[in-house]
């Protein structure tokens, strides 16, 4: 499987940061922080519930471009 990496946060300090991926399959790969806040997690398992193999993780606002070129299926970072 080929994994097109897009980018990371860019205000990492170089390691262990949100990242975004995609698949072979054109699916999205994120590294990010999971939500730990439980009133975030009920307000998001309000309108979708969390399965035992799913997490929810947060991206950085900052990151949006990442996200939009990587949607765009753009030239991944080499």
Do not use: W
Not at 2 to 15: E, H, K, L, S, V
Not at 23 to 41: I, S
């Amino acid at each position: 499987m080929a994994i097109r990496f897009y980018g990371q946060d860019p205000d990492t300090d170089g390691g262990h940061c949100a990242s975004v991926s995609v698949d072979d399959n054109g699916d999205f790969l994120f590294v990010a922080p999971r939500v730990t806040d439980e009133a975030k997690l009920r307000e998001i398992i309000a309108h979708s519930p969390i399965a035992d193999h799913e997490a929810a993780v947060r991206m950085p606002a900052r990151m949006a471009h990442i996200i939009a070129e990587a949607m765009r299926g753009g030239t991944p970072v080499q």
